[in-house]
């Protein structure tokens, strides 16, 4: 089994997960903003790209279209020679941005619908975008904590010693892989409710705590309880997003009207606003309850229900055995496609963002080695951004203000 982090991606599945067409592939390499490696595949040398390259490419292009933000649309990465020379090729490509809610958390008082299991896909492949994760875990049984394959977690604090013993919440954190970090939970947790309920400002602690390490994640995603509880109230004043899955069967269904109410019972008193999503989960098509299940839950929570409905499928149940993602399993399977969609649409609660991407076309080694440091690169992107624009619009009001602005 490969761990998350030791996971490699084909060109074909790179060009995927980034929204890029592959053919400019050996242009992202030529301008220093991919790193590919040979592995050898039976006996077959294929080139891969691993799981810490992935990130970095999506580090470094949400770092140019930062830089170039004033430039519109623009991440350029060319050198003013190659826009002079007009040697720029041009391509849409998935730029990570910060998603549309920070703080989100997986709920349902009903077990068993999946929200261990999505929470932990969930996470992973928020990480593989290139965002900076944190996942909590908020129910005693821990299987969010072993869904990320620690085992461990009964030896280590949890958000019990956060919220009832003062334990600084970063130190509770550990890092489980690139970009993937955690709050373990382990049975201990499940003793909270009453020494919670004696605490002062009790459904605020959790958000508080929360509030300290924000600022180092793109996105912070709690698994909960299968209760009406303190500590998932707490997570519900914390949050913004409220996944809720359910499971396509009447039993599930059934229970919604309670869930529901539950949020809605929250906003009124902490005087919030949360965005509700909801999960169809474990979804059989040639099951008619299945069809019918979901068929209500879109008339009846028309607006909230996600258009990505995850199917039932043998993928899902052996990443839960496997502990790791379901593209370690089958990265063209129905499951990872399942997980694609579920991913961007609660990210974004639109469509990806997607960018114009800017790439010289005439870069000779010397020249891709001055452009392989990011840090340096990103400053040579600021000086061109203004050129680069110019060379994807061919507005030459632009390029001589622009040579007025650099020279
Ligand atoms: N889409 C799915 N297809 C197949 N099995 C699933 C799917 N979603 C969840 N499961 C399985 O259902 C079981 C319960 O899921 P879990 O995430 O623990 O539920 P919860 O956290 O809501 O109690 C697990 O064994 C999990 O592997
Ligand atoms: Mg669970």
Known sequence: MASFGELCFSPAEFANLARIDRSMLPLLEANGLLKTTKKKVGNVERKMIPMAELQNYFHAIREWHEIGRHGDHCAPIVSPESVASGSVATATAYVPMAPAHKIQMFYNVKGGTGKSTLTAQYVMRAAMMGLRV????????????????????????????????????????MNVAPNLDLIPANLGLCNIEIPLNNKTRREYRLSEAIAKIAKNYDVIVADTNPAASILNGSMLVASGLVNVVCATNPLSFHGMSLVMATIEEMEREFARTLEVRIIPNMYDNR?????????????????????????????????????????????????????????????????????????????????????????????????????????????????????????
């Open 134 to 173: 944190l996942a909590i875990d908020l129910d005693g049984q821990g299987h969010l904590t072993v869904n990320l394959d620690v085992l461990d977690g009964h030896e280590r604090p949890t958000i019990y010693d956060v919220l009832i013993n003062d334990l600084p919440i970063a130190d509770a954190i």
């Open 287 to 407: 099951e008619v309850i299945s069809q019918e299940v979901l068929g209500e839950l879109r008339a009846q929570f028309e607006g909230s229900c996600t258009k990505a409905v995850i199917n039932r499928s043998a993928d899902i149940n052996e990443a839960t055995k496997r502990r790791s993602t379901v593209w370690d399993v089958n990265p063209r399977g129905v499951a990872a496609n399942d997980i694609n969609h579920l991913t961007e649409e609660l990210l974004y609660l639109q469509e990806l963002p997607l960018q114009t991407v800017a790439l010289a076309t005439d870069l000779d080694t010397s020249s891709t080695a001055s452009v392989s440091n990011i840090a340096q690169a990103a400053e040579h992107a600021a000086s061109v951004n203004l050129l680069a624009q110019q060379a994807l619009t061919g507005s030459e009001e632009n390029a001589s203000h622009t040579t007025e602005l650099h020279s």
